[in-house]
């Protein structure tokens, strides 16, 4: 049985080379279809995925909107009034909610740093700020801001990874503890480990209480990217949420913070518990609707046509296999009828086409995944630049208040601008099934083809 084998298998291979002719035309197939199927696979699973990480998040996180027209409206009978905003009791309240997935929270507060190197001049001088409903107050100008937060990891730039922490420093561990910019960094020749100090831009609380200058120990220096016509100032330090609600330091820092729930479908329960936790009227909740819209969905469509792209090829390609691989049997036919005429049976036969043809799908798989996973990227790019522009240069839509403005759509939530077309196991998998099945059908209709002829006969035909 085993030299039955070897003969077989010692004479599919022996074949690949006697007609190189007829059976690179069937490889170039084979591998036009691997290649194209590979790329339309990685699209299509790379979008699917970028797709679930935008739907869970968007589905979940829960935007506070100010509602303007109420706002207006209070302030032109009042021009004393100022938009209640959070307060870090509220934030802890409404934290609370069983309906939370999580929480993050953090605080920000102007200030200065007079031993510190700024980028740009420092001005000294003294300016009057009034809000509305307060009094007057004597602020110095900013020259920094400082960021507060419970974990300063779950920052908005070092999750997005639009900043990293160098190597040899920790995110702040102890209140008194902070991140700081390299730009501010080499400046001022600071190193982790070393002290830096900074104070509120006002002078005093609102009691008229003097407040005080913080001390705070470099736990490590952050390298930020910044976009086309972004500036790096170096202006943002990152410091604990805690420091920042200290009243000996801060006159009012600035609250926000990222709800996010566990089941989207909580929203309205939740709201109702916010509003009696004690949030403002002036305030709606609900999720990012214009971001779901705009990201998401033409990530969906861009799946969508990989997976039609993907049929297409199967179809078209399963297609031209099945005639060709008449055609060659057909053109065969006389060394079938010798190799049965020596006694070869119809299954050995059909055995011996089925292996040439793995063996030919074989070299292709892996040279169509190398060019598929070399060619997945360009097109993945291409893809989602069509898919993104067209979305954010639809009509306006309304968001957030507050938020950013992407192609007139005004949303907190940045849109995808990349996409990762890397190879996994699953494509792979995917691939050597696709192979598998296009080797079936090509084998099958050869085999089929090859039982039809009787040895003699086509022994006579030739004669």
Known sequence: MSELFMYIFKNAFQNLFRNPGRNLMTAGIFLLI??????????????????KQYKDRLSTEVILNVNEMKVSEAWEKDETFRKPGLTDELIQKIAASGYLK???YSAQMEAVADDLKYTESNDYGDIEIQRAGEDPAKTRIPQYILSGFEDVSQAEPFQS????????GTFPGDDNECLISDTLAELNGLKPGDTIRAKSIYYTDKQGN????????????????????????????????????????TYEPVFYADFFLKNPRDLEAFAREAYASGLSEYYSLGTDTVAYDAFVKPIEQMSIIAMIFLCVVLVLGASILLILSSLIVRERKYEIGVLRAMGMKKSKVAAQLVLE???????CLIMGIVLGSLF??????????????????????????GGTSFGGLATDNRPITHISAALGLTTIMELVGIALVLTGVAGAVSAACAMKYEPMRILRERN
């Open 210 to 249: 003097p407040l005080e200058e913080m001390e705070l120990k470099v736990s490590g220096i952050y390298h930020r990217e910044y976009g086309e016509g972004e500036k790096d100032s170096g202006y943002e330090i990152f410091t604990k949420y805690k420091i920042l609600t200290d009243p000996r330091y």
């Open 102 to 104: 999580k929480t993050v």
């Open 357 to 363: 043809s793995a063996l030919i799908m074989g070299v």
């Open 161 to 168: 990874g639009q900043a990293k922490l160098a190597e040899g």
């Open 376 to 401: 997945a990227q360009p097109v993945t790019d291409m893809l989602l630049a069509n898919q993104m522009s067209q979305a954010l240069d639809g009509p306006s839509l309304a968001g957030g208040m």
């Open 34 to 51: 691997i290649t194209m199927s590979c790329v339309a696979l990685v699209v299509c699973n790379g979008a699917n995925d970028m797709a």
